[in-house]
Nanobody, 122 residues
Framework: QVQLVESGGGLVQAGGSLRLSCAGS????????VGWFRQAPGKEREFVAA???????NYADTVKGRFTISRDNAKKMVYLQMNSLKPEDTALYYC????????????????WGQGTQVTVAS
C-alpha cells in the first residue's frame, strides 16, 4: 500500500500562488490515482483535483483554470500548482490515493496523508 506525505502549504496573499507536493512511498506508485482534497473549518472535506497515470485529470469547478495537478512517477511525486488564490481556498489540503482508480469521493479513498495548511489572506 502507498504512504503519502504532503508539503508546501503556507500563508499567501490573495492572488498569489503556492505549489503543494505529495511524496509517495510503498506500493507501485504509478498504479495509484492520486487526488487533492481540502477541508475548511466547519465544512466537509471536498474534492479539489485528481490525476491517474500522467494524462487523466479531473478538477472541481471551483478551481478549474486556477489549479493544475501533475505527477512525476519516477520521483513518486504529485504536485498541485495553485494560482490566483482566493481567501475561500483557505483549508487543510490532503493528498489521497487509490489503486487503479481516480479519487473523487473522499469516503471511497483509502490512503491519506496528514495534510498541509493553506491560508489565503485577503
Amino acid at each position: 500500500q502507498v504512504q503519502l506525505v504532503e508539503s508546501g502549504g503556507g500563508l499567501v496573499q490573495a492572488g498569489g500562488s503556492l505549489r503543494l507536493s505529495c511524496a509517495g512511498s510503498g506500493g507501485t506508485f504509478e498504479n495509484y490515482g492520486v487526488g487533492w482534497f481540502r477541508q475548511a473549518p466547519g465544512k466537509e472535506r471536498e474534492f479539489v483535483a485528481a490525476i491517474m497515470w500522467t494524462t487523466i485529470t479531473n478538477y472541481a469547478d471551483t478551481v478549474k483554470g486556477r489549479f493544475t495537478i501533475s505527477r512525476d512517477n519516477a520521483k513518486k511525486m504529485v504536485y498541485l500548482q495553485m494560482n490566483s488564490l482566493k481567501p475561500e481556498d483557505t483549508a487543510l489540503y490532503y493528498c489521497a490515493g487509490a489503486a487503479w482508480s481516480i479519487p473523487h469521493e473522499p469516503e471511497k479513498v483509502p490512503y491519506w496523508g496528514q495534510g498541509t495548511q493553506v491560508t489565503v489572506a485577503s
